[in-house]
C-alpha cells in the first residue's frame, strides 16, 4: 500500500487542523493506521492509531488524549487525524503509516509511510 500525507500547514494555538493519509491499493481495509510525528531533536513519536476494517480499536499518545480524533474511510482508502485545540509542542512533520490489522507504537512495526506533511502551531 502506498500513501500520501496532507494537510498540514500554520495555525495559531487553539487551533485546528486535520490531516489526511489517503492510500492507494487494495489492502487498506485490512491495515491499521497510525500517525507519527517528529520534532527537531525529538524522537519519532505514536500521536494515534487505529485498527483494521471498522477502527474500532484506536490508541493515542497521552499529550493527544481529547484534543485528537483518528478516524478512517474505507470506501475512500483514507485515514483521517483531526487535531483540535492545537499547541506550540504540537509542531512537528506528521507521517502515516501502515500496517496489517493491529495498529502498533513502535514504528519498526510499521512497514508502509507516507511522506511527512507540516505542522506549525505559533503561540
Known amino acids: 500500500v502506498q500513501l500520501q500525507a496532507s494537510g498540514g500547514g500554520s495555525v495559531q494555538a487553539g487551533g485546528s487542523l486535520r490531516l489526511p493519509c489517503v492510500a492507494s491499493?487494495?489492502?487498506?481495509?485490512?491495515?491499521?493506521v497510525g500517525w507519527f510525528r517528529q520534532a527537531p531533536g525529538k524522537e519519532q513519536e505514536l500521536v494515534a492509531a487505529?485498527?483494521?476494517?471498522?477502527?474500532?480499536?484506536?490508541n493515542y499518545t497521552d499529550s493527544a488524549k481529547g484534543r485528537f480524533t483518528i478516524s478512517r474511510d474505507n470506501a475512500k482508502s483514507a485515514a483521517y487525524l483531526q487535531m483540535n485545540d492545537l499547541k506550540p509542542e504540537d509542531s512537528a512533520v506528521y507521517y502515516c503509516?501502515?500496517?496489517?490489522?493491529?495498529?502498533?507504537?513502535?514504528?519498526?512495526?510499521?512497514?508502509?509511510w507516507g511522506q511527512g506533511t507540516q505542522v506549525t502551531v505559533s503561540s
Open positions: 503509516a501502515a500496517r496489517p490489522l493491529i495498529p502498533a507504537t513502535a514504528a519498526k512495526d510499521y512497514g508502509f
Open positions: 491499493g487494495r489492502t487498506f481495509g485490512v491495515s491499521a
Open positions: 487505529i485498527s483494521s476494517g471498522s477502527g474500532r480499536i484506536t
